[in-house]
């Protein structure tokens, strides 16, 4: 049942969705919640709070929730290898049944933030996509890992642990088109570009910025890629307490298509409820028609 | 003397510039000074304010001095045609002859703003920069004209007054390569990254955001656009109490590497003096190598 999309499928949907764009046509609003969760060193304590958590968000109307970046496992070296599950052996795999039994119980579509695959020997940082069937929608693994060294400051090689994954991810849901990326994904405007290009209308960024780069620019990363592209961004972060190598920012966020902040948080545990409006998009596109406005011409010569 | 880049200038500058950063090796660290300026109807006094302005800029240290957009004229329909020089014509053009002579009395580079250009029967809107030596060295016509209509909000539509541009600005000055882009430019990454890519340190933007547009999106726009591209981002707008058909944001900014702010100002007339140290862009894509943790294969798929 994997179903994460194809360079093939990319192709055919940018000549489809280029002007029109594919929404189900019974929703134009709806609520998401953002589960700012609290990690601890236990897989069955982070499941069963996040399964609250669900709950929660779904008892406020949310009809797709997003959790955070690896949120069943800290996010430290030691912990990666131990709490890793292979998807493909669904039965097997605690974080997989508990996201799909909770999107099928309560009729909504997760985005299951990130947790860390076995998959063919490789780790990888990958986000489920449950629909309300319970079914796997599709699977992003992160595909720009997080290496930096700033002597003084922050210095973290998340390629030690990780392969990269080698597919943006567009999947349709019964909310609307949805792209994803994981943390560091939202640091390059391509990416954000490819999935406006395809007709997304939301990119959900489950992540886990630090306090260094978290206070600096998770922010600004939000708004601008919602700005330039005129669409939501729903991001998603562990709680500043979580157990793991280094601080979190936390800071869940929903960004309306003006780069406006729509809904926030601080850093503790919590659970974002917001509206997502569609016509907010096409009033932004068509007041400020940013995609007839620029000019490939002149980037391309 | 026009010396605006041509496109086949800038294929040429891509290939030489894309691993190796072309920067006079005699300056590391300079002054910068953002001129945000009182912006009246009498072009005469708009031209003095702005030559004093820059001799301030130059008595607090400034090297390079940036001018606001649209500041030897009001920001009105009106004014537009009234107001406009043609720069071929030198001697006839008070604001080219003003720039010139403020450029090579001080010995300093400066980026003139932008002001309406008339040529060949079009207006533009236009930034002239100048070299020490006082000559033209660069011409950016403003590419994206600011068309928006959100009713309740804010309607603007330049493309009633001004053609617009059709190539990107980068020149080579003596405080190193810098890219030009004019207020509603700074929407569009993808020139910003056409910069970064013919190895631009500084991109400067004179701008006149209006206070809707302003407050929401003018220090967004400025810190991505740096984040993104690991450079020096510099705007300068008008201040508050212009003329002009609406009120502007002002806030005048530099913005470092990292995407940091560097310096700004509130929305009064005032000059914003800071420093430029290349060192920090070294640093920066040092430690994040953004431009090598791109995924041109997975955005173009």
């Given at each position: 049942m994997m179903a994460s999309s194809t360079s093939s499928s990319i192709e055919h949907t940018m000549l489809a969705a280029s002007e029109q764009l594919q929404v189900p046509s019974n929703i134009t609003k709806f609520k998401i919640g953002l589960c700012q969760l609290s990690v601890t060193s236990e897989k069955n304590q982070n499941l069963a709070c996040a399964r609250n958590s669900i709950k929660a968000a779904v008892e406020c109307g949310a009809r797709l929730v997003v959790l955070p970046e690896m949120w069943?496992?800290?996010?430290?070296?030691?912990?990666?290898?131990?709490?890793?599950?292979?998807?493909?052996?669904?039965?097997?795999?605690?974080?997989?049944?508990?996201?799909?039994?909770?999107?099928?119980?309560?009729?909504?579509?997760?985005?299951?933030?990130?947790?860390?695959?076995?998959?063919?020997?490789?780790?990888?940082?990958?986000?489920?996509?449950?629909?309300?069937?319970?079914?796997?929608?599709?699977?992003?693994?992160?595909?720009?890992?997080?290496?930096?060294?700033?002597?003084?400051?922050?210095?973290?090689?998340?390629?030690?642990?990780?392969?990269?994954?080698?597919?943006?991810?567009?999947?349709?849901?019964?909310?609307?088109?949805?792209?994803?990326?994981?943390?560091?994904?939202?640091?390059?405007?391509?990416?954000?570009a490819l999935y406006r290009a395809t007709g997304a209308r939301i990119i959900c960024y489950p992540g886990a910025f630090n306090i260094s780069t978290g206070e600096l620019l998770w922010e600004v990363m939000q708004r601008a890629r919602a700005a330039d592209n005129q669409l939501f961004v729903a991001t998603c972060s562990p709680s500043r307490g979580s157990s793991g190598s280094y601080a979190i920012w936390g800071h869940s966020t929903l960004v309306g298509p003006s780069g406006e902040i729509i809904a926030t948080s601080g850093h503790e545990e919590t659970v974002v409820v917001a509206e997502i409006d569609y016509s907010k998009i096409e009033l932004q596109r068509k007041g400020l028609p940013l995609d007839k406005q620029k000019r490939a011409d002149i980037y391309l010569s």
């Open positions: 069943n496992c800290p996010y430290s070296n030691g912990y990666f290898a131990k709490f890793a599950e292979d998807f493909e052996n669904e039965d097997a795999s605690p974080t997989f049944s508990m996201l799909s039994e909770a999107a099928c119980s309560h009729g909504i579509t997760i985005v299951g933030g990130s947790v860390p695959e076995s998959s063919d020997g490789q780790l990888y940082n990958t986000s489920c996509v449950f629909g309300p069937d319970g079914k796997l929608k599709a699977k992003h693994r992160k595909i720009h890992l997080f290496d930096i060294e700033i002597p003084g400051d922050i210095t973290f090689k998340e390629s030690d642990f990780f392969a990269a994954g080698d597919k943006p991810t567009i999947v349709d849901t019964d909310v609307g088109r949805i792209g994803i990326g994981i943390c560091h994904d939202i640091r390059f405007p391509e990416l954000a």
